[in-house]
C-alpha cells in the first residue's frame, strides 16, 4: 500500500528553527508538496519539490531526497502565527496525491 | 485576486436532508476536486473533474454526487446525509493533472457540514 509518515505533533519556541519530516512509501513519484494549514482554515500551498535538494522560500525550505523516500520542512525564524498542522502530499506513478495526516506544530513564546 | 469561493461557510443540515455545497473558481483551471476532511486527518479525495470528465475515487459512497455545470462552478450533494458525513468539505482546483508542479492544487475555504 502507499503510505506516508510525519510526526503527529510537534513543539518549538518563538524564534526557534524547526524540522518536520516526511517519509514515503508510493508507487512511483512525481512530485512532493507541503501544505500549510491552520485549525479550521483550508490548506495553503507552500512549496514542491520533484529533483533531490533544497529549496528555500524565505524563512521556509523543503529538501528532498528520492533514494531515501524523504522529505523536511525546516522554519526558521518561527513566529506564533506558524503555529498549525503541516501537511505532506506525494504524487505517485499516476499522478494521485497521497496525502499525510499532517504535523501539528505548537509554538509556546 | 483570483481565488477559490465556497458556499457556505458553515452548513448544518438534519440527518437525511439532502444538501448542496458550492464551489467556484476565477483562476480558469481545468480541474476542480472534492475533498472531505475530519478532524487531525488527512484530506479525502471524494471525486475531481478535468474539464468535463468526472473522476470518482472507488470508495467514495454513492450518497455523494456532483455536478460541474461549467469550468467555474462546481458542487457536491450529498443525498442523505449521515452523522458520520459531519466534517470539512473542500473544493480545490489545479490548472491541470498529469504534470506534475502543474497539478499544484488550491483550496477554497472550506465549508464545515454539521449533521444533526
Known amino acids: 500500500g502507499q503510505n506516508i509518515d510525519q510526526p503527529t505533533e510537534m513543539t518549538a519556541t518563538e524564534g526557534a528553527i524547526v524540522q518536520i519530516n516526511c517519509t514515503y512509501q508510493?508507487?512511483?513519484?512525481?512530485?512532493l508538496f507541503w501544505y500549510q494549514q491552520h485549525a479550521g482554515e483550508a490548506p495553503t500551498f507552500l512549496s514542491y519539490?520533484?529533483l533531490d535538494g533544497l529549496e528555500e522560500k524565505g524563512r521556509f525550505s523543503s529538501f528532498l531526497s528520492r533514494s531515501k523516500g524523504y522529505s523536511y520542512l525546516l522554519l526558521k525564524e518561527l513566529q506564533m502565527k506558524d503555529s498549525a498542522s503541516y501537511l505532506c502530499?506525494?504524487?505517485?506513478?499516476?499522478?494521485?496525491?497521497?496525502w499525510g495526516a499532517g504535523t501539528k506544530l505548537i509554538i509556546k513564546p | 485576486d483570483a481565488m477559490v469561493i465556497q458556499n457556505p461557510r458553515y452548513q448544518v443540515t438534519q440527518f437525511g436532508k439532502p444538501v448542496t455545497l458550492s464551489c467556484s473558481q476565477t483562476?480558469?483551471?481545468?480541474?476542480m476536486y472534492w475533498y472531505q476532511q475530519k478532524s487531525s486527518q488527512a484530506p479525502k479525495l471524494l471525486f475531481h473533474?478535468?474539464?468535463?470528465?468526472?473522476?470518482n475515487e472507488a470508495d467514495t459512497p454513492d450518497n455523494f454526487q456532483s455536478r460541474r455545470p461549467n469550468t467555474s462552478f462546481c458542487f457536491l450533494d450529498i443525498r442523505s446525509p449521515g452523522l458520520g458525513d459531519a466534517a470539512m468539505y473542500l473544493c480545490?482546483?489545479?490548472?491541470?493533472?498529469?504534470?506534475?508542479?502543474?497539478?499544484?492544487?488550491?483550496f477554497g475555504p472550506g465549508t464545515r457540514l454539521t449533521v444533526l
Open positions: 473533474y478535468y474539464d468535463k470528465d468526472f473522476n
Open positions: 480545490a482546483t489545479s490548472r491541470d493533472a498529469g504534470t506534475g508542479v502543474g497539478d499544484t492544487q488550491y
Open positions: 502530499a506525494v504524487m505517485d506513478s499516476n499522478y494521485q496525491l497521497i
Open positions: 508510493t508507487s512511483g513519484f512525481n512530485g
Open positions: 483562476l480558469n483551471h481545468n480541474v
Open positions: 519539490n520533484v
